[in-house]
């Protein structure tokens, strides 16, 4: 279920055909382990990439109502083209306080004493989703992108990057029906930077990829300011992480409570979500 912040209204999401018959069969079960590569996700992003897909534009924008004035009007080459899609800058407002990062359906956890959170059905750690030595965080954001979605993503403050490393693994969706069975955040292929921002301290920063998202693009930027664009991702759902620093942020309550309920919060680019 969603929560919209804005109409306060909860929405419920259709549940796919094709993603419960491939989490919850044994057939589906098989045909996952040959979905959930890098080299499928790598030959359909090719497709992607070619004038052969451009006939999905229109059918997608009609299945998913999404509303193309918010959008720079341009001739598509591709699909990926389309999906990589550039919003005009007026439709997205950055706000003070912490901001979302990225259009999505928002969950935020509170980090224990033992550096982990729940997720579903799974017990994450800090150290086993950066594979690195835990610092002292306080909060795990997770911003699940739909297919629908704007996979434009920017930064949260004015600030500067430490560091940054790219983590291989598989890509299962990040659609809710796989967190039953799986740790998708730590199985899945991601990039992790460090950030050392100006008002929320240290900030690691996640992309993790997802079915059939050809690549995660990130800016080469060494400095940066709150809401400029940091990257996007190529065709498909995706999820960012932001691990805020001990102290630093009140998250809206809300949004807190709804995750506590198991619905997500969405939200979109900008929006204010904490002080």
């Not at 259709?14 to 979905?35: D, E, H, M, P, V």
């Not at 996700?41 to 090719?46: H, I, L, Q, T, W």
């Not at 911003?143 to 890509?171: A, E, Q, T």
């Amino acid at each position: 279920m969603y929560y919209n912040l804005k109409t306060k209204e909860i929405i419920n999401e259709k549940q796919s055909l094709s993603l419960n018959f491939l989490y919850n069969t044994i057939l589906g079960r098989l045909a996952l382990k040959i979905a959930c590569t890098q080299l499928v996700a790598n030959s359909y992003a090719k497709y992607m990439n070619s004038k052969l897909s451009k006939h999905k534009i229109k059918k997608f924008i009609k299945n998913n109502n999404i509303d193309m004035s918010e959008y720079k009007e341009t001739s598509y080459k591709s699909f990926n083209d389309f999906f990589m899609r550039e919003i005009k800058k007026d439709k997205r407002i950055i706000n003070d306080g912490l901001i979302s990062v990225c259009d999505s359906k928002l969950s935020v956890y509170k980090i224990n004493e033992c550096t982990s959170f729940k997720i579903k059905n799974s017990i994450y750690t800090v150290e086993e989703l950066i594979q690195d030595k835990c610092s002292n965080y306080e909060y795990a954001l997770v911003f699940r992108l739909c297919v629908d979605d704007y996979h434009h993503y920017v930064f949260p403050d004015n600030g500067s990057v430490i560091k940054s490393k790219y983590i291989k693994g598989i890509l299962h969706t990040v659609q809710p029906i796989a967190f039953k069975k799986n740790k998708v955040f730590t199985e899945n292929s991601r990039c992790v930077t460090y950030l050392n921002c100006d008002n929320l301290g240290n900030v690691c920063y996640i992309e993790v990829g997802a079915m059939m998202v050809g690549k995660i693009v990130n800016e080469k930027k060494e400095n940066f300011k709150k809401g400029e664009e940091k990257g996007h991702f190529e065709f498909g759902g995706s999820t960012i992480i932001l691990l805020i620093e001990k102290g630093k942020v009140k998250i809206n309550k809300t949004i807190l409570e709804n995750t506590k309920n198991n619905i997500e919060t969405i939200v979109k680019l900008g929006d204010y979500i904490g002080g």
